[in-house]
């Protein structure tokens, strides 16, 4: 047996598959030149149909024609303030551009495109200057929120807020809000949903008067690490992501902002590696920017078990690397069509597949006592997915294609169990309901391994004895006054389980022959 652990280490701690690009394909490239690293995007289409990529880059604005996804073209350039930071939105033909390097907002009138661009950039007024923002949103009735604004002017740089409605091109100030730093936000139905990152969570503001605004709630995210979210159609759901290597992109329910919960979070690749940066809701799909490992693609349909569906990997940099790859990325193209904006690889065009995952649910139940499991192991084989069971012995996992799979389930103390040929199907939920057989001793030493104690916080029922040597042993468990209890031939490359549920609690000692033995406790 103690062959047996060992391989099984080996398999559940060096097993993992790299599915590289699935459900996500390359159509098109633009590169810039080392003097243009890349941050946020945007897409614009035209009354015309026509698809366009706006592209922030360290030197200004790149506007890229991609109507023809595999001839990305572009068109025309918007200088603007150096700043490792941009980033752009849309508004009534309108692109607005901050950024962290000064001279206020970047308003590029795109109306006439493909034949000519207008610029002007907007630095508020006397009482109400704006220099700069780290990020910015444009909510459904035409106010543009400006996050992290004005950078070191000692104010907390929350959210400067204008109104586009009377003049795209010229913006009046409505308010600001200054209670606390936001990194970024989504705004629907007056409520504002702030990412606020140095606090580590999301904040959740009334702004239907926007000179009176109105703190509802906040949450914690997994990681404290809050860098932007985004909302489900419906409003029910939020969806997170931590800037941080420890982050994860995580769902909420939020139908009481008073009483949010947090109801999964997933990870594409390992616990420490990876780092997921924006994340973008798309009809039951996230569609995630994912830095170092490209964009990513979850099923959220069930936000209670989120499932990576998709995946492309856009850099040349490994799952160790850091703040480098895919900045951005945007979904909403009528065609389908998805761009990245990579920080050394340029623009990227893809076609994306929004394929609905395969739900594996259930729960893991001790088979004697049948109360729950904590975490158990739940291996779906051959796939890299490993989930384990929660504090009331349900697990939730699936994969993105569907078939016949192995399922392993394990637990410390605990006889494995495999659930051949499991059936998962797309847009289904496979159940399995787990019953482990614990509270077994394996014994699992060698010649040169001897005196081991086991002992296990609950009742012992079993002896599991595997004997992987071809020479057969007398077995015989003494009690602590030398009194034998039990004797047992264990024949050569065998496996036998003997029952034990009857010896009285206590210490004991299982001799083989005279080559060695264990102690025992049974509590």
């Known amino acids: 047996m103690k062959t047996l652990y060992i391989l099984i280490f080996i398999f559940f701690a060096g097993f993992s598959v790299s599915f590289g690009q699935y459900n996500l394909s390359f159509a098109g490239q633009i590169s810039y030149s080392d003097t243009s690293l890349l941050s946020g995007c945007w897409g614009y289409t035209s009354d015309d149909g026509a698809e366009y990529a706006l592209i922030a880059t360290i030197h200004g604005t790149s506007i890229v024609e991609i109507t ?3 001839s990305p073209e572009e068109l025309f350039f918007v200088p603007g303030a150096a ?3 941009r980033e752009i939105k849309t508004w009534n033909n309108h692109a607005y551009v901050c950024t962290e390097g000064g001279g206020g907002l970047m308003i590029i009138d795109l109306s006439n495109l493909p034949a000519a661009i207008d610029t002007i950039s907007f630095k508020g007024d006397v009482d109400h200057p704006f220099n700069t923002a780290h990020t910015l949103f444009i909510d459904e009735n035409g106010f543009c ?6 950078l070191l002017t000692g104010a907390s740089e929350g959210a400067y807020i204008l109104d586009l409605n009377v003049d795209p091109k010229h913006p009046e100030y409505v308010a600001e809000l200054n209670s606390i730093y936001i990194h970024d936000g989504f705004v629907r139905n007056d409520t504002l949903w702030a990412s606020c990152i140095y606090e580590g969570n999301f904040e959740v503001f009334d702004v239907s008067n926007k000179s009176d605004i109105i703190l509802l709630g906040q949450q914690a995210t997994s990681a404290s690490a809050t860098h932007n979210c985004w909302l489900s159609d419906d409003g029910k759901y939020l969806f997170t992501t931590d800037e941080i290597r420890a982050g994860f992109i995580s769902s909420f329910d939020v139908t009481d902002v008073t009483d949010m919960k947090q109801l999964d979070q997933a990870k594409h690749g390992a616990p420490d590696s990876t780092i997921a940066h924006n994340t973008y809701y798309l ?5 995630t920017a994912h830095y170092s490992e490209g964009v990513t693609i979850h099923d959220v349909h069930k936000p209670e078990n989120i499932i990576e569906v998709g995946h492309y990997d856009s850099s040349p940099f490994g799952p160790d690397g850091l703040l480098e790859g895919a900045w951005g990325v945007y979904p909403y193209f009528p065609s389908g069509t998805v761009i990245i904006s990579d920080i050394t690889e340029g623009l990227i065009v893809l076609t994306p597949n929004y394929q609905r995952a395969c739900y594996l649910e259930g729960n893991v139940k001790d088979l004697a006592s049948f109360e729950n499991i904590v975490n158990a192991k739940v291996e779906i084989v051959s796939t890299g997915i490993i989930d384990s069971s929660n504090i009331i012995g349900e697990f939730k996992t699936g ?5 016949l799979y192995d399922v392993i389930v394990s ?5 494995t169990q495999t659930i051949s040929n499991v059936e998962l199907e797309s847009a289904a939920v496979t159940n399995l309901a787990i019953l482990l057989e ?3 001793i394996f014994i699992n030493d060698t010649f040169n391994n001897t005196n081991v104690i086991c002992s296990y916080n609950s009742l012992i029922t079993a002896i599991q004895i595997e004997n992987e040597l071809s020479e057969t042993f007398i077995a015989t468990v003494y009690n602590v006054q030398g009194k034998k209890a039990l004797g047992f031939v264990v024949e050569g490359n065998r496996n036998i389980l003997i029952d034990v549920a009857n010896l009285p609690k206590g210490a004991y000692v299982i001799q083989f022959d005279n080559h060695f033995s264990q ?3 049974i509590y």
């Open 68 to 70: 023809t996804p595999t």
């Open 145 to 150: 929120y400006l996050f992290g604004y004005n």
């Open 399 to 403: 994969f993105y294609q569907p078939g």
């Open 411 to 415: 637990k410390e103390g605990c006889y």
């Open 438 to 440: 614990c509270n077994t």
């Open 83 to 85: 700043s490792t930071w």
């Open 283 to 287: 009809n039951g799909y996230l569609v």
């Open 519 to 521: 102690k025992l406790l």
